[in-house]
């Protein structure tokens, strides 16, 4: 059950955890203390729990003094308080963060250094909003089209938004990159990941707010006039977008995720699988 708590001595009703919160599952109850109102939308991303000024919220059974302090210079302090920005100043970054940004690209691994990626970077803000009114244009003409329902259905429970002008897919961001790679590269689907995170993560170090968006490479696959305003040259697939400029939120605190499972292979107890099994596992190795 995904809950949150509040200590009602800390509480100040500033509605950051709320306006933060990315599904809108947050609200106000009767009294002004915040609550999870729809439980089936919390994706447990615990922004609520690091963004709170007072540490007055715990998710579930995360208690805010059980998180560490931001720090964004040393490393591990830098990978754990990195989170999701979904909130940016109007202003466009610094011209001297950009040219850092640009610096730190080609230093990133590639699979067989095969070096051939491109990256489209919107620097100025005007023309983030003219792509910004393009798709927003585009995903409301396109939701029209019933032919094209399956594809548009990850959109469709958006479409007031998108009728209203809200910036669902681009978060208000002054800026984006796209990282793309050439469909011959030897990791075309890999290189253009690990370069954006660590753009991320040196983006996020040098004060600046990032989202990875899924919305909007959805978009870049669907309507191929982005990619030509985005001057993605021509036999280059765009992997995936990411959304930065400064950030309008301050988290007071990591998050507190669950462990993953890891399998510590001390000595080799499976030498052999039977024959259904392995089939099993080369389906799954290639459906992936
Ligand atoms: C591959 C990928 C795609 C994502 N796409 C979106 C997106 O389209 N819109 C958005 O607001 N957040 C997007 N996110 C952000 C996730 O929702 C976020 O990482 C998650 O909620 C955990 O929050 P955190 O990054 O602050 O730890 C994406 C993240 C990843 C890794």
Not at 28 to 57: M, W, Y
Request: hydrophobic share 35%; net charge positive.
């Amino acid at each position: 059950m995904k809950t949150i708590t509040i200590d009602k001595t800390k509480c100040t009703h500033c509605g950051l955890c709320i306006s933060d919160c990315t599904t809108g599952c947050i609200d106000f109850d009767s009294e002004n203390f915040p609550k999870i109102v729809d439980e089936k939308r919390c994706i447990s991303c615990q922004h609520c729990l690091a963004i709170c000024p007072t540490g007055a919220l715990s998710f579930g059974d995360k208690h805010p003094n059980d998180s560490q302090a931001v720090e964004y210079s040393d490393i591990l302090g830098l990978i754990k308080s990195r989170r999701s920005v979904r909130q940016y100043g109007e202003d466009e970054i610094a011209p001297e963060i950009m040219d850092k940004l640009k610096q730190m690209l080609p230093y990133v691994p590639t699979g067989c250094n095969n070096h051939s990626l491109h990256f489209s970077i919107v620097e100025k803000k005007s023309a983030m909003d003219e792509i910004r009114k393009k798709v927003n244009d585009l995903l409301i003409k396109t939701m029209s089209y019933k032919a094209l329902s399956p594809i548009m259905n990850k959109f469709s429970r958006y479409k007031d938004a998108f009728l209203k002008g809200e910036d669902v897919i681009f978060r208000g961001a002054p800026h984006m990159i796209v990282a793309s790679s050439p469909l011959s590269a030897p990791c075309a689907n890999v290189d253009p990941i690990i370069a954006l995170s660590y753009f991320e993560l040196y983006a996020q170090h040098l004060g600046l707010g990032t989202c990875w968006c899924g919305f909007a490479q959805a978009c870049l696959k669907i309507f191929p006039e982005l990619c030509e305003m985005l001057e993605i040259p021509p036999g280059y697939k765009p992997v995936y977008v990411m959304l930065f400029g400064n950030p309008k939120v301050k988290y007071q605190r990591t998050v507190q995720p669950e462990p993953y499972s890891i399998s510590e292979i001390k000595e080799i107890h499976k030498k052999d699988s039977c024959v259904f099994c392995k089939i099993k596992r080369f389906v799954t190795n290639f459906l992936r």
